[in-house]
T-cell receptor, first 115, second 114 residues
C-alpha cells in the first residue's frame, strides 16, 4: 500500500513568489490534514479536509495560504505571496476515520525555504 | 489553548541505558499519542493511550498515561542505536471536530551511541 506522498520534497523560493505544495493521501482516506513545523517550534495544525470539503481551517495563518482538494483526492496548498516566516516543513497526513481509533499517516513533508 | 510540554528536549545516551521522556500539560486530553520521526520522514504513530493510568508496552518501549489524563511518559529499556530519532507526543485538540486535529509537543531528540 502506497503511503502519503508529498511533492516537492524541497522548495527554495524568494520572498514574494508563489509556491504550490501537493499531497496525495492514501487511497480511500477521506480525511486529509495539513500541518506545519517552523524552526524551533512544534508541529501545528493548519487544516482538515473531509473529502473535498474544508472541515476545519482554523489553523491557516492568513489569507496568503489557500488549500484545495478538488474531487476529494489529492490536495494542494498554495502560498501567495510567500514571506520569510512561511519557511518550515509542511506535512500532510491522511486517515480513514476521525474517531478515537483514527490513525494518521504522515507524508515525508515539504521543506520550504523562503529567502 | 492546550499546550504539551516535552522534556527533556535533547537526550544523548549510551547503548544499553534506560531513559524516560515526559509529556505534560495543564489541560486534560481525551487521549495522547506518541510518534517517532526520523530525518527526512514524517512522524510515525507508535501508540495511543486512552484511559487514565493506562500502560502500554511495545517491545522495549513502555507508555503510560497519567491518572488525570494530563501527562504521559515514554520509557525505553536498554536503548539501542536504532532507537535514535525525534519522539513526539500529541493529543486531540479540545476545540477540534475530529481526533485528527492534534496538538503536538516540541519533541525530544534522542541519540543512542553504540
Amino acid at each position: 500500500e502506497a503511503g502519503v506522498t508529498q511533492f516537492p520534497s524541497h522548495s527554495v523560493i524568494e520572498k514574494g513568489q508563489t509556491v504550490t505544495l501537493r499531497c496525495d493521501p492514501i487511497s480511500g482516506h477521506d480525511n486529509l490534514y495539513w500541518y506545519r513545523r517552523v524552526m524551533g517550534k512544534e508541529i501545528k495544525f493548519l487544516l482538515h479536509f473531509v473529502k473535498e470539503s474544508k472541515q476545519d481551517e482554523s489553523g491557516m495563518p492568513n489569507n496568503r495560504f489557500l488549500a484545495e482538494r478538488t474531487g476529494g483526492t489529492y490536495s494542494t496548498l498554495k502560498v501567495q505571496p510567500a514571506e520569510l516566516e512561511d519557511s518550515g516543513v509542511y506535512f500532510c497526513a491522511s486517515s480513514q476515520g476521525v474517531g478515537f481509533t483514527a490513525k494518521l499517516f504522515f507524508g515525508s513533508g515539504t521543506q520550504l525555504s523562503v529567502l | 489553548t492546550q499546550l504539551l510540554e516535552q522534556s527533556p528536549q535533547f537526550l544523548s545516551i549510551q547503548e544499553g541505558e534506560n531513559l524516560t521522556v515526559y509529556c505534560n500539560s495543564s489541560s486534560v486530553f481525551s487521549s495522547l499519542q506518541w510518534y517517532r520521526q526520523e530525518p527526512g520522514e514524517g512522524p510515525v504513530l507508535l501508540v495511543t493511550v486512552v484511559t487514565g493510568g493506562e500502560v502500554k508496552k511495545l517491545k522495549r518501549l513502555t507508555f503510560q498515561f497519567g491518572d488525570a489524563r494530563k501527562d504521559s511518559s515514554l520509557h525505553i529499556t536498554a536503548a539501542q542505536p536504532g532507537d535514535t530519532g525525534l519522539y513526539l507526543c500529541a493529543g486531540p485538540n479540545a476545540g477540534g471536530t475530529s481526533y485528527g486535529k492534534l496538538t503536538f509537543g516540541q519533541g525530544t531528540i534522542l541519540t543512542v551511541h553504540p
